[in-house]
């Protein structure tokens, strides 16, 4: 095919037909590059996001724990309102931190253990919701009862949970980060693999295109030779 066409046209041609290639080459690239840099990303800004706001909510949590017990132990009326504050705010940043992570995009293993984690805290301010009151009252015995058969439980049970929850996290992480080596793994030889085909057909198409020249060249010098010797035939065309 080459051979129909002029040497202007088809060095034309096969630069157009490399260049092709080689932007495919590049196109497909940037799509393989592109999927590592999203499961990095999420890395970054989701499960990063998710696990900070479930150790928030493990700090919180013991906040408002050190806050009940300091609560109970204190008799000063100003201590104790201190205390109380503490724990309100605690519980406030608490649900902030809840309302967070709900509305980020959820598995139905990580809804499951955030929806476990708020019905035990539901049952918890309710148990510390009767210890503060007999702490008011200043009924020490009630006070052990509660802390011991109810508080503390409950309150371990949460703790199990947002630990739960932070494991869930590390695992989601330590996922996607061999996710993203997977990602690069594959670009990266899908790269060598197309670098190698643009490579082999560009020197098949080089090979082509300078027999396509050599040859009517080589036509044309014997032609010459055959008039230099006084035989050729001056009516023939040679093609170039």
């Known amino acids: 095919m080459l051979g129909n066409l002029k040497i202007g046209l088809r060095l034309t041609l096969s630069f ?19 999927d590592v840099q999203n499961k990095l990303v999420r890395i970054v800004t989701v499960n990063s ?3 900070a706001l479930a150790n928030d909510l493990l700090d919180l949590h013991g906040i408002r724990i050190n806050a ?16 109380m504050k503490t724990l309100e705010h605690a519980r406030a940043e608490s649900d902030k931190c809840e309302q967070k992570l709900l509305a980020m995009e959820m598995t139905t293993n990580e809804r499951a253990i955030l ?5 035990q805290m539901k049952t918890w301010l309710g148990i510390n919701t ?11 015995k009630a006070c052990e009862a509660i802390i011991h058969n109810g508080s503390e439980p409950a309150g371990d049970r949460a ?3 947002l630990h739960d929850l932070i494991n869930y996290q590390t695992q989601r992480t330590a996922m996607r980060y061999e996710e993203s080596k997977d990602a690069y793994q594959s670009a990266f030889t899908l790269l060598l693999v197309l670098s190698a085909v643009v490579l082999f057909l560009t020197i098949v198409l080089a090979f082509f295109l300078t027999r396509s020249i050599t040859k009517p060249l080589a036509a044309m010098v014997l032609r010459v030779q055959d008039i230099a010797e006084g035989d050729g ?3 023939q065309r040679v093609d170039l």
């Open 16 to 34: 157009a037909i490399i260049l092709v290639m080689i932007g495919v080459m590049v196109f497909v690239s940037i799509l393989s590059m592109n």
């Open 49 to 51: 996001a998710k696990m």
């Open 130 to 140: 009767r210890l503060l009151e007999a702490a008011k009252k200043n009924d020490i």
């Open 233 to 235: 035939d001056l009516t």
């Open 159 to 161: 703790l199990k949970l």
């Open 115 to 119: 929806t476990s984690y708020q019905d």
């Open 68 to 83: 009940i017990k300091n609560f109970v132990i204190f008799s000063d009326d100003k201590a104790m309102a201190d205390e």
